[in-house]
Nanobody, 120 residues
Framework: VQLQASGGGLVQAGGSLRLSCVASRRIYSSTVMAWFRQAPGKEREFVARIRWSTGSTWSADSVKGRFTISKDSYNTVSLQMNSLKPEDTAVYYC???????????????WGQGTLVTVSS
């Protein structure tokens, strides 16, 4: 499956952004969709994931209570980001896999990334 991420931009601290990831076909029920992010000089880290069949979600502690992952349609997953902080600045990637995992190696399909910059 091909993934296309969008919605990034420049926002002030405390602001909100909504990222979207559109798949090239219907997302199968066996799929786990996730968002990761990669800040300059750092490794790609897990942000949030959703099990497509049940809608169950899990988020990293660093974003819990601020970011929400959700299913928007049969082929779109979103990440609502509120109360943004400068440390949230990164390129955000959506990924598709089949494991309930926060390990980027378990995701075989990736979008191209969308840049989020949070100014202080």
């Amino acid at each position: 499956v091909q993934l296309q991420a969008s919605g990034g931009g420049l926002v002030q601290a405390g602001g909100s952004l909504r990222l979207s990831c559109v798949a090239s076909r219907r997302i199968y029920s066996s799929t786990v969709m996730a968002w990761f992010r990669q800040a300059p000089g750092k490794e790609r880290e897990f942000v949030a994931r959703i099990r497509w069949s049940t809608g169950s979600t899990w988020s990293a502690d660093s974003v819990k209570g601020r970011f929400t992952i959700s299913k928007d349609s049969y082929n779109t997953v979103s990440l609502q980001m509120n109360s943004l902080k400068p440390e949230d600045t990164a390129v955000y990637y959506c990924g598709a896999g089949t494991q309930w995992s926060g390990d980027r190696r378990d995701y075989s399909s990736w979008g191209q990334g969308t840049l989020v910059t949070v100014s202080s």
